[in-house]
Structure formats: C-alpha cells, structure tokens
C-alpha cells in the first residue's frame, strides 16, 4: 500500500501525520510526501517518507498512482495555505480515486460544522486509527 501524505507552508502537520503513520503502521507501507514546496516535503522526508516530491505537477501526477491520502482537508480547497495549493492540485487531489483521510482543519473563510474542537495530536491519532482500519483491510485504491 503506497500512502501520500500531503502538506505546505512549513509541513508541520505533515510531519506529524508521517511520524505517527510510520510508528503505527508495517514497514511495508510506503510513504510519499508531497509538498506543495521544498520545505514541507523535506520536513515529511526526514519524518520517515520513503520518497518525496514537491509542487504542482507532482502532486498532480501522484493523486492517482497512491492507494490513500492524507493531509489537512484544505487540501482540497484551491489557493488554500495562502496560494500554496493551485487550483490544478485542489481539483487532482479531489478527483483521485484514492480514500481522503483529512484532518479538519482550516483557515481563512471556511467552516467545518460538526466537528468538534480537538487539540492537533487528538486529530492526528484519529486520523492513524482510521488509515490502519484502510490497510487492514487492504483498501485504497490500487493505483498501476
């Protein structure tokens, strides 16, 4: 099972995405971090992705060749991460066949309603809870 973990800015929450899969999950789970810039992947490699890439094109030529992504849910919203994410990136992520595992989190003008209020490290074991029920079972999406 080939996981994307998919952040920008400065890859934070990325990171912890990463470092807690990669604890939580079997060493046959392969990781790649797509960075909507250097920084953010870099900080995703060195927190135990396999491979990374970065920008708009990569993103968009991964979305579909992954089995499951992660990230933020403002990954699916264009120019969110203050222009970061284009709407190019926004529309491949979406429209990837692969299970979204996100996190609700979000700045600007968008509101999520109905979720509760967590702290970022309740979200994220939430977050590893489910993707583990996805590679228990084997899903995603079998990207050739």
């Known amino acids: 099972m080939r996981i994307a973990v998919v952040d920008g800015q400065g890859g934070g929450i990325g990171k912890h995405i990463m470092e807690k899969l990669r604890r939580e999950l079997p060493d046959e789970v392969e990781f ?12 995703m490699l060195r927190a135990g992705a396999n491979e990374g890439a970065t920008g708009e094109n990569a993103v968009i030529f991964n979305a579909r060749r992954v089995d499951l992504i992660t990230g933020p849910v403002s990954i699916l919203f264009p120019n969110a991460m203050l222009g970061e994410l284009t709407p190019a990136m926004a529309a491949a992520l979406g429209g990837s066949p692969a299970p979204k595992v996100l996190l609700p989190i979000v700045r600007g003008d968008v509101e999520l309603v109905g979720m ?3 702290p970022l490290p309740h979200l994220i074991d939430e977050l590893v809870l489910r993707v583990k029920e996805y590679v228990r079972r084997g ?6």
């Open 116 to 118: 509760r209020a967590e």
């Open 139 to 144: 899903g995603g999406h079998a990207a050739g």
């Open 32 to 43: 790649l971090a797509l960075g909507t810039n250097a920084l953010a992947t870099s900080v």
